[in-house]
């Protein structure tokens, strides 16, 4: 019986696989090599300068620590302890490193043996000395310590010179492994050019089989676009090659047409369904927001204010009425304003009107200035909604009224670049480290009224847009300078600049 032959595009395949297949070997080969005869050496001679400089680093902080030691005053038994337990965890470092040193050590390298065996020979009696050293300062014999100290440096002037000589000379013998890595590394480069040309060879060849295959998509492209928009009617596909693969791609493409049509069919069922669910739950909804609506609308209360001011004016009380307009006005803002940012001109407004309410209740102890740069356009600039006046509230509650003469506000308006930096300054009681520690991370300190309003500002601002920054300066009995720096944007922009 005649075998069946293999399909033509399943032959293309394995032969493609079997090339790609030869040629990430031999790219995995030609990377080991490069490992072991490259990267390996390096590596090598890498974790040897480390041993060497980590010993050197780790000596040189025992010494600083003897030095310190050596010259404390007051040396109390926590004092006493600490050195001692860090001299130890020095000591032990040291002794690490030099078996690291030692393991990678050999007689090759007869300079870098020798210097090595010195500096393991040295090193026993580098710890008497430190430990005789602990042993009669903590003893309180501080004379007798300062001779064991000043014993010790001529053996620590020789490990400091060994150690370095050590380092000198593995830089000197790591040239030839250079020169090797770097001969090894030429050569690679060739037999990796030569498994990138053969890659090139085969994804020409590729492209062009697969050019060839799929020419006869394009029908089936369109087809599935048209079945994409819904279009179930459309004719079945008919395949212009005589390719027997492609023939089963065009049959099962016109099953699943079919089969697609009707489950459409089944699926428009469901959604009528579906729509008369939905329909059920708008009228749920609906009767929700009716009964939403027939509660206290926040306008009644401004409405409420109007009425107020009014009867103030029948009754000729002029203060009176000046102050429940500019709470109507503060009030109004803030419902104009939770829609998103407003007219810097408008936060200015309110914050005026504010502190004119505050302005009867202190009179002359507390003033206002404003300092708003002429490159600025208040009517045109946007930031977020009431910013300045809680900020105004802040200082005239915490730093300006405990002062029984008062004190002074100063707002700054100025461009800098692409950022719109607002100041509010006072010369009131400021605060102290603990609660500026809070204030400047956005939390209320505990067991204190501080920081309810700046919290609020920050985390606005800071939900608002990543790239705004509040900056807090304060000083208790100085004063206090809160700094907000935010994009600029202006009437009409579709983003921040």
């Known amino acids: 019986m005649e075998r069946p032959k293999r399909p033509k595009l399943q032959r293309h395949i394995l032969y493609l696989v079997g090339i790609i297949t030869l040629l990430i070997l031999a790219g995995l080969v030609l990377s080991m090599l490069g490992s072991r005869n490259t990267s390996r ?8 300068f480390y041993s060497i400089d980590g010993y050197i680093e780790t000596f040189e902080q025992s010494e600083r620590l003897l030095y310190s030691y050596r010259w404390e005053a007051d040396l109390s038994e926590d004092k006493q302890a600490s050195y001692e337990a860090d001299l130890k965890t020095c000591l032990a470092r040291m002794r690490v490193y030099l078996d690291q040193m030692q393991a990678r050590t050999t007689m090759d390298e007869l300079r870098v043996y020798h210097d090595c065996r010195a500096l393991n020979n040295m090193y026993p009696h580098y710890v008497l000395y430190v ?48 020169l090797h890595a770097e001969q ?21 060849y590729f492209a062009f089989a697969l050019w060839q295959i799929l020419m006869p998509v394009g029908s089936l492209v369109e087809a599935s676009q048209a079945l994409q928009e819904q279009n179930f009617d459309i004719p079945d596909v008919r395949s212009p090659t005589r390719n027997r693969e492609m023939l089963r791609l065009v049959d099962a493409f016109n099953h699943m047409k079919a089969a697609l049509k ?34 206290i609308n926040p306008h009644f209360l401004f409405n409420t204010l109007n ?4 009867v103030a004016q029948l009754e000729k009380a002029p203060q009176t009425e000046q102050l429940i307009l500019s709470l109507a006005r503060i009030f109004r803002h803030s419902l104009r304003s939770k829609d998103g940012p407003v007219p810097l001109e408008d936060e200015i407004a309110a914050t005026q009107q504010y502190f004119l309410i505050q302005n009867a209740r202190f009179g002359q102890r507390v003033a206002l200035h404003w300092e708003i740069d002429a490159a600025c356009e208040p009517e ?65 300190p505990p067991a204190a009224e501080h920081g309810i309003g700046l919290s609020n500002v920050y985390k606005r601002l800071h939900i608002l847009d990543e790239r705004n920054q509040m900056l807090i300066e304060s000083a208790a009995g100085k004063g206090t300078r ?16």
């Open 184 to 204: 090894v590394t030429s050569r690679l480069w060739y037999g990796q050019l030569l498994v990138g040309l053969g890659a090139l060879a085969v994804s020409i």
């Open 482 to 497: 809160i700094t907000m720096r935010l994009p600029v944007c202006y009437t009409g922009d579709g983003e921040e600049e």
């Open 262 to 295: 009707e489950h459409n069919k089944t699926l428009e069922l469901l959604h009528q369904t579906e729509a008369r669910m939905l329909e059920s739950q708008r009228l749920a909804e609906q009767a929700k927001l009716s009964s939403l609506r027939s509660q």
């Open 380 to 444: 045109s600039l946007l930031v977020p909604p009431m910013i300045l006046q809680p900020l105004v509230e802040n200082a005239i509650r915490h730093g300006l009224e405990p002062k029984p003469e008062g004190g002074r506000i100063e707002i700054g308006v100025v461009q800098q670049g692409g950022m719109l930096c607002l100041s509010v300054a006072d010369n009131g009681c400021g605060m102290d480290e603990d609660t500026l520690r809070y204030v400047r991370t956005g939390e209320k």
């Open 131 to 178: 430990e005789e050293f602990c042993a009669l300062m903590g003893e309180r014999r501080r004379s007798e310590a300062i001779g064991v100290y000043y014993a010790r440096e001529v053996l620590a002037s020789l490990i400091q010179s060994h150690a370095s000589a050590m380092l000198r000379d593995t830089v000197q013998s790591s040239q030839g492994a250079y």
């Open 307 to 310: 009425t107020i001011r009014r």
């Open 41 to 48: 050496p390096v590596y090598s001679l890498l974790e040897s």
